[in-house]
């Protein structure tokens, strides 16, 4: 089993920037795609940015431009640089993974970190 921790949430003004990162821990995995999405009060979950084992990466139209995400595969980690951040970001912010262990397939997520933007 996997198990997907993140940090580096917190509250920033508006036009601040924070790093979010995703460890992923367990073992004789190996994770295929990672990703971030988030959930604001009263809204459905949505995906904010996801990348491959190969680099390639795609963004919600949201994130673009002001959100990178990257990933340490030696690491197995995941991060979100978010910069410019606006007050209609905040939400919980989540990470998954397709991981495949012992010829299955499966998928992965994290508890969760607070993002909040002050205006």
């Known amino acids: 089993q996997v198990q997907l921790v993140e940090s580096g949430g917190g509250l920033v003004q508006a036009g601040g920037s924070l790093t979010l990162s995703c460890a992923a821990s367990?073992?004789?995995?190996?994770?295929?795609?990672m990703g971030w999405y988030r959930q604001a009060p009263g809204k459905q979950r949505e995906l904010v940015a996801r990348?491959?084992?190969?680099?390639?990466?795609n963004y919600a139209d949201s994130a673009k431009g002001r959100f990178t995400i990257s990933r340490d595969s030696a690491k197995n980690t995941v991060y979100l640089q978010m910069n410019s951040l606006k007050p209609e970001d905040t939400a919980v912010y989540y990470c998954?993974?397709?991981?495949?262990?012992?010829?299955?397939?499966?998928?992965?997520w994290g508890q969760g970190t607070q993002v909040t933007v002050s205006s």
């Open positions: 998954d993974g397709d991981y495949l262990l012992s010829g299955s397939y499966y998928l992965a």
């Open positions: 990348i491959t084992n190969g680099g390639s990466t």
């Open positions: 367990g073992s004789g995995f190996s994770i295929n795609v």
